[in-house]
């Protein structure tokens, strides 16, 4: 049973639009939610977080909003530009600061078009 | 630079032999964790370790073993047991217990590629 899932393998966008990728979780005890970027063949690199007690938390062009009693939160990416092109993995951890690992969805590959 | 560091980038491995993937951090983190990726999945926890001669299974941690002798190392060793090993294989490290950070400091390495011949 996945515990965090991103429904849509992947996303086509135009560049200066708005990209928002979705991320739906079902464990209630997920407390903290990050969203990373990977290239292939390279390691992911974090992106922006949200703790569950915030609903939303901006970091330049990066938004990520959370609706716990949906539990999804989705990352906004504002104007989307050629290299935000990647595969973007929503990851939750389950208290003690991430201690144990991370949950990770499957990832949506987001395409920015010209 | 502080740094993870995987190696090989590349691995081919005949089946019914044992290969172990190497990882070093010299950012003074005390948890290390190995995922692997599947085509078209995400990321599943195999072993992770918190401290130094310590370490636990994660989800899929059948057909692998792992060690923790020194705080910058935290090898994976795929054997013979793991029915399905080709996959791209990645280490992380945290800082734990260090306070609050956006990220909790997880840094990834640029991860193994094993091939199964």
């Known amino acids: 049973d996945q515990q965090v899932k991103q429904n849509s393998p992947s996303l086509s966008v135009q560049e200066g639009r708005i990209s928002i990728l979705n991320c739906d979780y079902t464990?209630?005890?997920?407390?903290?939610f990050l969203w990373y970027k990977k290239y292939p063949a390279e390691g992911p690199t974090f992106l922006i977080s949200i703790s569950s007690i915030k609903d939303k938390n901006e970091d330049g062009r990066f938004t990520v909003f959370l609706n716990k009693s949906a539990k999804h939160l989705s990352l906004h990416i504002v104007p989307s530009q050629p290299g935000d092109s990647a595969v973007y993995f929503c990851a939750a951890s389950e208290g003690r600061g991430g201690a144990d690992g991370l949950t990770f969805g499957k990832g949506t590959h987001l395409i920015i078009q010209p | 630079d502080g740094g993870i560091t995987q190696s090989p980038k590349y691995l081919f491995r005949k089946e019914g032999q044992n290969v172990t993937l190497s990882c070093e951090q010299n950012?003074?983190?005390?948890?290390m964790y190995w995922y692997r990726q599947d085509p078209g999945q995400g990321l599943r926890l195999i072993y992770y370790?918190?401290?130094?001669?310590?370490?636990q299974k994660g989800d899929i941690a059948e057909g692998y073993s792992v060690s923790r002798e020194k705080k910058e190392s935290f090898p994976l060793t795929v054997t013979s047991a793991q029915k399905n090993p080709t996959a791209f294989y990645l280490c992380?490290?945290?800082?734990?217990?260090?306070?609050?950070?956006?990220?909790?400091?997880?840094?990834f390495g640029s991860g193994t590629r094993l091939t199964v011949v």
């Open positions: 950012l003074n983190h005390d948890a």
């Open positions: 464990n209630s005890m997920f407390d903290y």
């Open positions: 992380a490290s945290s800082a734990q217990g260090t306070g609050f950070t956006s990220n909790y400091g997880y840094t």
């Open positions: 370790s918190q401290i130094v001669n310590d370490f």
